[in-house]
């Protein structure tokens, strides 16, 4: 391959990838301090806070599958050096995402305890009255959220990296502070948390809203931007290429979450301990495949690039070299975290017995993570820049379904085998068939993914 006709160059990944991992690092702060902070006020108020955020991932997921979508089809025109379609890629899927979310605030706010009650209904009287509170104040910020995901996303898909981790800095002061003010200083409970976010969310959407407003150059090009927005009406054929890409993925996204969903109920089955145990094993483990969370934003706009350029070559070239850097930062930050794991998992607050739950989880999700989390995650994103999406969609939901799911209740139901009873521990330790269940999916998942990357059918896909 000429090095003289490659895309980017070594420069050109290093200034795309750094932001994305810095803006990895803030936004999993942002997690791990919220839970802190909460847990100084019970693990009734941690547990609740955990379990609604399950749900928010939901809608949260949905945002950015449909900004994937968008991202795609707008990094290929870039990739075409067409402009205009660019730009009006992105207008349209600002639109889009924003009465989506007002719908899905309106419904939320309207059937708020129903679908509480529905998922979470066995939980403790005081868990629900928290998830409760936590719930209807974030469900306000669900416009915000989904501006913000989409407008990062577009940043992203020109290989502006560093906006979206300036505004990720700026959602941390201004959440972490919040948070600390309300809770330390004014003695609040879990809206210490939610206020927080709701203000940290709008006043990312509206710095991003502005700076995708104005016409600016970045890297000595003209930078993608929505000026004539609220005079833009609908094109259904970008709409339709968006969905394309963004309904299989917002199917997987939801039906994944879904699925964590009803494992979570199952969870609150094992009891409070091992619902705080799996709340801070989460967001722990948020900072385990950080590095991959990363690689995968860096091959979506890579290889979205070079489709839309018409370069399949070059995306399966660059591929190859983001994969191997995101295995490297993966090892790089695994094996430190894991010699370290029993003081960072008594950052939270817990009891000593939900504690040790905690370390079991972790330790497990954190040694499987370095071998097989990019696989399973990171790679897919090549198929999906590629506008393979629905394939993406059929096995993450059939593993999801049939392995993480299925594996996780059969665990529960037989006991882990009886290996509880045989070992003689506390029924809580059941939950971490839950984890292995998951580990088992991301099994499943990568050999699919890996095979079917392999094959090369997705170089001939087209978007545009």
Not at 116 to 140: E, H, K, P, W
Not at 148 to 172: K, P, T, V
Not at 372 to 382: G, K
């Amino acid at each position: 391959m000429n090095k003289k006709e490659l895309l980017f160059s070594r420069k050109d990944l290093w200034h795309l990838i750094w932001p994305l991992l810095v803006e990895q690092i803030l936004n999993n702060t942002l997690g791990i301090a919220d839970i802190l902070m909460v847990a100084s006020k019970g693990e009734a108020a941690a547990a609740g806070v955990s379990l609604v955020d399950q749900i928010n991932i939901l809608l949260v997921q949905i945002f950015a599958a449909l900004s994937t979508g968008g991202a795609v089809v707008c990094s290929q025109y870039i990739g075409a050096r067409n402009q205009k379609m660019a730009n009006n890629t992105a207008r349209q899927l600002i639109i889009t995402v924003f009465f989506i979310a007002l719908f899905f605030m309106v419904f939320g706010l309207l059937f708020s305890s129903n679908i509480l009650t529905g998922i979470f209904g066995n939980v403790d009287y005081s868990v629900m009255q928290a998830s409760r509170t936590y719930f209807l104040i974030t469900l306000l910020a669900l416009p915000s959220i989904a501006l913000y995901n989409a407008a990062s996303s577009l940043f992203r898909a020109q290989g502006n990296s560093r906006i979206s981790m300036m505004i990720a800095l700026l959602i941390n002061v201004i959440n972490i502070g919040g948070n600390a003010v309300m809770i330390y200083g004014m003695g609040a409970g879990v809206e210490g948390v939610a206020v927080p976010t709701f203000i940290s969310r709008t006043a990312a959407a509206v710095v991003l809203i502005f700076l995708l407003y104005r016409k600016k150059t970045y890297d000595g090009k003209e930078s993608v931007n929505i000026k004539g927005i609220l005079k833009t009406l609908p094109d259904f054929t970008i709409i339709r290429r968006i969905l394309k890409i963004g309904v299989p993925n917002g199917i997987e996204s939801s039906a994944f979450q879904i699925g964590k969903l009803l494992v979570l109920g199952l969870t609150a089955s094992y009891g409070t301990a091992a619902i705080a145990a799996n709340a801070a094993s989460n967001t722990i483990a948020s900072f385990q495949v950080l590095p991959g969370t990363a690689m995968g934003f860096a091959l979506l706009t890579v290889a979205g690039q070079c489709m839309g350029a018409g370069k399949p070559e070059q995306a399966q070239y660059y591929t190859k070299r983001i994969m191997l850097v995101c295995y490297a930062f993966m090892w790089l930050l695994n094996i430190p975290m894991l010699a370290f794991l029993r003081p960072i998992a008594g950052l939270f607050n817990m009891s000593e017995h939900t504690t040790d739950l905690a370390y079991l989880f972790v330790f497990f999700h954190g040694t499987c993570a370095m071998l097989i989390w990019p696989l399973s995650f990171s790679l897919p994103n090549v198929l999906r820049a590629a506008g393979d999406a629905a394939y993406t969609m059929i096995i993450c939901m059939i593993s999801m379904w049939t392995v993480r799911v299925g594996a996780a209740y059969l665990f529960k139901y037989t006991d882990n085998f009886g290996l509880c009873s045989y070992f003689g521990v506390s029924s809580d330790y059941g939950a971490f068939g839950i984890w292995v269940a998951m580990i088992l999916d991301w099994i499943i998942r990568s050999a699919f993914f890996t095979v079917h990357y392999a094959r090369g059918k997705w170089k001939s896909r087209r978007v545009i």
